[in-house]
Antibody, heavy 123, light 113 residues
Framework: EVQLVESGGGLVQPGGSLRLSCAAS????????VNWVRQPPGRGLVWVSR????????TYADSVKGRFTISRDNSKHTLHLHMKSLRADDTAVYYC????????????????WGQGTLVTVSP | DIVMTQSPHSLAVSLGERATINCKSS????????????LAWYQQRPGQPPKLLIS???TRESGVPDRFSGSGSATDFTLTISSLQADDVAVYYC?????????FGQGTKLEIK
């Protein structure tokens, strides 16, 4: 059974830092791209960042570029998101989401989602 | 970036009735070389993470009831629930994965009338 378990969320002051983690099991982690998608309270889904299978390529939403860093450790089946210079509008549930690596047909949909971890940025 | 626009924002339908949710993309997301639409639908039940329902605009994921169907092409897409069940109360999102970033619609909240 595919499992993605996020951790590391919590309350942080504006300007602070936080590191989120996602532990993966039940599938061949190194074959998948992995994304972070966030959802502010009562709002919709917003893609944040993506990393390819071996970690050599990363992409970020403009709103987090330069402040967030995505990384992965395939030997430990884990994904991380290091967040710094946090702002109130970063408050959200952060989901770890898998995406089959692109093939001949290009990109694939987001297939498995973790339960999410809540990040609250407040004084 | 491609902008995805869903309508309506919310919808109330009686049990057993049909529910229809629309999604429009700001650019064509049909890839002509393989005739595939890069459009997914997700269901997010209250307090739960989203779940992939439909990919490639009309392909149901394994285990998704056949009362859910997706249709449309190029820029206009529809998610139809043929006979609404209580279990279908959720927010539904469309997403394009034709281009990066893979943008989502703003969501449609489906409730029981």
């Amino acid at each position: 059974e595919v499992q993605l378990v996020e951790s590391g969320g919590g309350l942080v002051q504006p300007g602070g830092s936080l590191r989120l983690s996602c532990a993966a099991s039940g599938f061949t982690f190194s074959n998948y791209w992995v994304n972070w998608v966030r959802q502010p309270p009562g709002r919709g889904l917003v893609w944040v960042s993506r990393i390819n299978t071996d970690g050599s390529s990363t992409t970020y939403a403009d709103s987090v570029k330069g402040r967030f860093t995505i990384s992965r450790d395939n030997s430990k089946h884990t994904l991380h998101l290091h967040m710094k210079s946090l702002r109130a509008d970063d408050t959200a549930v952060y989901y770890c989401v898998t995406q089959e690596a692109p093939g001949r047909d290009g990109y694939n949909p987001f297939d498995f989602w973790g339960q999410g971890t809540l990040v609250t940025v407040s004084p | 970036d491609i902008v995805m626009t869903q309508s309506p924002h919310s919808l109330a339908v009686s049990l057993g009735e049909r529910a229809t949710i629309n999604c429009k993309s700001s650019q064509n997301i049909l890839f002509s070389s393989n005739n595939k639409n890069y459009l997914a639908w997700y269901q997010q039940r209250p307090g739960q993470p989203p779940k992939l329902l439909i990919s490639w605009a009309s392909t149901r994921e394994s285990g998704v009831p056949d009362r859910f169907s997706g249709s449309g092409s190029a820029t206009d897409f529809t998610l139809t629930i043929s006979s609404l069940q209580a279990d279908d109360v959720a927010v539904y999102y469309c997403q394009q994965y034709y281009n990066s970033p893979h943008s989502f619609g703003q969501g449609t909240k489906l409730e029981i009338k």
